[in-house]
């Protein structure tokens, strides 16, 4: 399956140590390596790198977001797949 | 509440090979099931999809299937197929937790803390069994097992004796019966009974009347208990 690098950014109305522990759990539980790129009380910014639907999956789940989040926009963009090649050679992909 | 040692769950006729089911200890959900080899499986019952009772999927072969969106489960517990996603190489982080089963003395055993998976389940019977049945009441498990002295079959006291953790020995006259005792929850209970040797189809069923009146003894008894404690 084709492979996607992807930079998420949430916004809405969100609880950063919250939302930031949800998308970790759920980029574990996706099996997805997660950079965290930035985060505020409006946003927060990630990288994900995997298979698409894996991808796909992670965006939906944090579309929805912990419950003391309110996520009102997901913007998606092209990351570079230099932020996760460690990861990966070490993995052998 | 920690869950040690082996816990008797289901009686083994009645969970036959490519069934599931649903059952619980001390208020935990777990499914049993028997793959189409007749191996059997305890797992936590829910899928990790989106919550569903495992229990209420199908058993295709060595995979069990969830209900709700079909995603399946090979014995190891992990998934291995998404219909949704016929191309995705599923994550092994896709897994339902599985725990220690054994099939002993006519009962499917299971256990759920590290330390007991890998010892000999109890009780360790090789002779010749035969199943009664199960029955559930909705009273503690202690007070069930309190009652069976006072429950009389034909006029004949049971003789009731623990023979090892979670396992009863009932003597009743020519007939010797050995029950799981399983602590469904806090006030829910069930007794997996077998009959040791190959009692009479009639004798089965005096025995199966005997269980039903113990469950409403039991039943009754609890009933009591709570009007009293609210009483006073």
Known sequence: MKRESVI????GTIVPDSFIAFARHRAARLDLPLALLASDDNSVAVAVDGQADLVDAFDMACSLGPHDC???DVERAPASPALFESRNERMGQ | MSLQGWYPLVLARDIAPGTSAGTRVEGKEFVAWRDDKGAPHVWED??????????FGFV??????????????DTAGQCRYIPAHPDLDVPKTIKVPTFGVAESGGIVWGTFDA???????SPDLS????PLRTVFADCPAALLVERIPLTPLDGITPDVKATAERVIEIGLGDVTLIAGVQPVAEREAALHIVATGSPSADQLKRLAHWAEQ??????QAATNEKIAEIAA
Do not use: N
């Open chain 2, 214 to 219: 113990l469950r409403r003894d039991a039943e």
């Open chain 2, 60 to 73: 295709r072969g060595d995979h069990i299937a969830c209900l709700y969106h079909g995603w399946q489960y």
């Open chain 2, 46 to 55: 829910r899928c990790p999809h989106r919550g569903m009772k495992m229990s």
């Open chain 1, 8 to 11: 998420f950014t949430f916004t």
């Open chain 2, 115 to 121: 330390e007991s998976e890998g010892a000999a389940p």
């Open chain 2, 127 to 130: 002779g010749d069994i035969t």
């Open chain 1, 70 to 72: 309110i996520v009102l």
